[in-house]
């Protein structure tokens, strides 16, 4: 990595910045369209599509917060060293942007018609753009015998990124026979979320917590690691029967689940090992705000995993499919709770983002809606599982707890103003 960081330019440090703050930025609109959907549950609007600004909101959360994060994160620890690669990646970016902001401005509007496909289609063809160029460039300008075992995890999550995508190509003729909201469709979705939040998130960010390792120097059982990693790879594959067995498949079906799940937990099992090796060495080099976020994030990781395993039985997949609240709670676990917490807290430790003199109180109002949020729907679910009364005014309940994360977001991201690169932690990195 000496080689990489000898070749950096001031222009690469300034794309960096302006990357992460937009992802940031996303992360605020994001928070704001789910307030502004919890209030439809309250009280409707006439002429507003709820499913619509769903669609607006959910594309916005996984490209453009998340996928434009993770673009900032790796174009930082391997960046662009030649003129042409760092035009490219430029490029690659702005092209984003215009399909980013392009999905913002007409899901809300039409939903999944003409130009809003437009723009994600063109998210997907420049994913492809940047995962082929990212990979060829580390493989020449990376020293392989260092970074070995982040690199396989980047690679993996590149690789998932563009499986993800056979999703959204099945989606046309599934539309296009007429069978919208059957079970082809779901699973389509299904398969786009899996290979999106199990594949490329999640490899990412094991990807980002490796390269801190060896970036500095701390010795880790890389037989636990590359086990692990190809455990999770293993298994990702086939655990993606576990998000269709709500539609009641196949015996054969289920048994490929509960391999996915052997693999998956094999996988944590040498994850864990690999961190309890090094977390006492690693704990005094993370900020004391970022050594919260990376332990809530790693809980939240095996708590995905540990319902995902849950999930192989086909009384809990049936439950899960007949109780929304689960869902969605899952999906805003594995979102927030593991990918966001940890990518966060990486760019905070990277020095990518500040928290300044109240960052920590934004933060806590954050984690607060969150958490408020989360215990609601799982809460919502279990009494309705059980029988029980549900909670009254729920959805005012949900809205109100809502409240304090586009807060705590918007407050953090004005706070991002006036960050220079002295400030950001490159200087003397």
Partial sequence: MVEVKAQRQ??????????ARLALG??????????????????????VNYKNFLHAHSHVALLGWLYCAFFAALLYIFPATTSADRTSFRRQFFLTQVSVLGMLFTFPVQGYALFSIIFSTGHILLSYWFARSYWRHVRQHVAQEVYGVSLKYIGAGLLFMVVSSIGPWAMGPIMAKGTIGGELYYSAIYFYLHFQYN????????????????????????????RAFWLLALACLPAYALSVLWTKPADWVYAIGYVSVVLQLAGLLYLTKVLRQVWAEVLPLLKPWVRALAGMALFFLVLKLALQTASAFPYMADLAYKLRYFIIGYLHLSLLGFVSLFVLGFLLQQGLYRLGRYGGIWLVLFLTGFFATELLMFGQGTLLWLGLSALPSFNWLMFWASVPMPLGLGLLFLGQRGLNLSESGFAGF
């Fill in 199 to 226: 594949g490329w998130f999640t490899f990412a960010a094991l990807g980002l917590l490796f390269w801190f390792l060896e970036r500095h120097h701390i010795m880790f059982n890389h037989r636990w690691a590359l």
């Fill in 26 to 47: 996303y992360f605020v609109l994001v928070a704001v369209l789910g307030l502004f959907l919890r209030w439809l549950m309250v009280s409707p609007v006439v002429g």
């Fill in 10 to 19: 001031p222009i690469t440090e300034q794309d960096t910045l302006v990357r």
